[in-house]
Nanobody, 119 residues
Framework: QVQLVESGGGLVQAGGSLRLSCAAS????????MGWYRQAPGKQRESVAD???????NYEDSVKGRFTISRDNAKNTVYLQMNTLKPEDTAVYYC?????????????WGQGTQVTVSS
Protein backbone atom coordinates (compact mmCIF):
# COMPACT_ATOMS: atom_id res chain seq x y z
CA GLN A 1 0.00 0.00 0.00
CA VAL A 2 0.98 3.58 -0.65
CA GLN A 3 -0.24 6.62 1.26
CA LEU A 4 -0.13 10.11 -0.24
CA VAL A 5 -0.48 13.28 1.82
CA GLU A 6 -0.88 16.59 0.04
CA SER A 7 -0.38 20.14 1.22
CA GLY A 8 -0.07 23.64 -0.17
CA GLY A 9 -3.43 24.55 -1.66
CA GLY A 10 -5.22 27.80 -0.94
CA LEU A 11 -6.64 31.02 -2.29
CA VAL A 12 -4.55 33.25 -4.53
CA GLN A 13 -5.18 36.12 -6.90
CA ALA A 14 -4.75 35.72 -10.62
CA GLY A 15 -1.11 35.98 -11.57
CA GLY A 16 0.03 34.62 -8.24
CA SER A 17 1.83 31.42 -7.31
CA LEU A 18 1.31 28.35 -5.16
CA ARG A 19 3.36 25.25 -4.53
CA LEU A 20 1.73 21.91 -3.85
CA SER A 21 3.54 19.07 -2.12
CA CYS A 22 2.73 15.38 -1.98
CA ALA A 23 4.58 13.06 0.38
CA ALA A 24 4.45 9.33 -0.25
CA SER A 25 4.86 6.59 2.33
CA UNK A 26 4.45 2.83 2.37
CA UNK A 27 5.52 0.62 -0.54
CA UNK A 28 7.13 3.52 -2.34
CA UNK A 29 9.67 1.45 -4.24
CA UNK A 30 6.84 0.19 -6.42
CA UNK A 31 5.53 3.55 -7.59
CA UNK A 32 6.35 5.30 -10.85
CA UNK A 33 5.36 7.81 -12.08
CA MET A 34 3.87 10.33 -9.68
CA GLY A 35 1.87 13.33 -10.68
CA TRP A 36 -1.14 15.55 -10.33
CA TYR A 37 -4.68 15.55 -11.62
CA ARG A 38 -7.26 18.26 -11.05
CA GLN A 39 -11.02 18.44 -11.09
CA ALA A 40 -12.99 21.64 -11.46
CA PRO A 41 -16.68 21.85 -10.53
CA GLY A 42 -18.82 20.21 -13.18
CA LYS A 43 -15.82 18.94 -15.13
CA GLN A 44 -14.03 15.65 -15.49
CA ARG A 45 -10.77 15.01 -13.71
CA GLU A 46 -7.84 15.86 -15.97
CA SER A 47 -4.15 15.19 -15.86
CA VAL A 48 -1.99 18.20 -15.05
CA ALA A 49 1.57 16.88 -14.91
CA ASP A 50 3.55 13.79 -14.08
CA UNK A 51 7.15 12.85 -13.47
CA UNK A 52 9.04 9.56 -13.51
CA UNK A 53 11.63 8.51 -10.96
CA UNK A 54 14.20 9.39 -13.61
CA UNK A 55 12.90 12.93 -13.91
CA UNK A 56 11.03 12.71 -17.22
CA UNK A 57 8.08 15.11 -17.13
CA ASN A 58 4.82 15.58 -18.99
CA TYR A 59 2.44 18.53 -18.83
CA GLU A 60 -1.07 19.25 -19.94
CA ASP A 61 -0.96 21.89 -22.66
CA SER A 62 -2.73 24.63 -20.71
CA VAL A 63 -0.13 24.58 -17.90
CA LYS A 64 3.03 24.34 -19.97
CA GLY A 65 5.37 27.21 -19.19
CA ARG A 66 3.49 28.06 -15.98
CA PHE A 67 3.65 24.90 -13.87
CA THR A 68 6.72 22.90 -12.94
CA ILE A 69 6.64 19.42 -11.48
CA SER A 70 9.62 18.12 -9.56
CA ARG A 71 10.44 15.14 -7.41
CA ASP A 72 12.71 14.58 -4.43
CA ASN A 73 13.30 10.84 -4.40
CA ALA A 74 15.16 11.03 -1.07
CA LYS A 75 12.09 12.55 0.56
CA ASN A 76 9.60 10.57 -1.53
CA THR A 77 7.89 13.83 -2.33
CA VAL A 78 6.61 15.38 -5.53
CA TYR A 79 6.02 19.09 -5.92
CA LEU A 80 3.94 21.20 -8.27
CA GLN A 81 5.07 24.80 -8.57
CA MET A 82 2.25 26.81 -10.09
CA ASN A 83 3.03 30.28 -11.40
CA THR A 84 0.97 32.85 -13.28
CA LEU A 85 -2.19 31.24 -12.00
CA LYS A 86 -5.45 31.85 -13.81
CA PRO A 87 -9.05 31.59 -12.59
CA GLU A 88 -9.48 28.56 -14.83
CA ASP A 89 -6.84 26.77 -12.74
CA THR A 90 -9.34 26.69 -9.89
CA ALA A 91 -9.92 23.04 -8.98
CA VAL A 92 -9.28 20.35 -6.45
CA TYR A 93 -5.80 19.02 -7.14
CA TYR A 94 -5.11 15.35 -6.51
CA CYS A 95 -1.70 13.80 -6.19
CA UNK A 96 -1.38 10.30 -7.58
CA UNK A 97 1.17 7.53 -7.81
CA UNK A 98 1.03 4.50 -10.05
CA UNK A 99 2.14 1.16 -8.71
CA UNK A 100 4.08 -1.42 -10.65
CA UNK A 101 3.07 -4.81 -12.03
CA UNK A 102 3.07 -6.39 -8.54
CA UNK A 103 -0.08 -4.38 -7.79
CA UNK A 104 -1.45 -4.51 -11.34
CA UNK A 105 -0.37 -0.91 -11.97
CA UNK A 106 -3.03 0.42 -9.65
CA UNK A 107 -3.35 4.12 -8.97
CA UNK A 108 -3.05 5.55 -5.48
CA TRP A 109 -4.61 8.92 -4.71
CA GLY A 110 -4.17 11.69 -2.22
CA GLN A 111 -7.12 13.31 -0.47
CA GLY A 112 -7.10 16.37 -2.70
CA THR A 113 -6.28 19.99 -1.99
CA GLN A 114 -8.34 22.98 -3.10
CA VAL A 115 -6.75 25.64 -5.27
CA THR A 116 -8.84 28.76 -5.83
CA VAL A 117 -7.68 31.56 -8.11
CA SER A 118 -9.63 34.80 -7.90
CA SER A 119 -9.85 37.24 -10.79
Amino acid sequence: QVQLVESGGGLVQAGGSLRLSCAASGSISSINPMGWYRQAPGKQRESVADITSGGVTNYEDSVKGRFTISRDNAKNTVYLQMNTLKPEDTAVYYCYARGDSSVAYRFYWGQGTQVTVSS
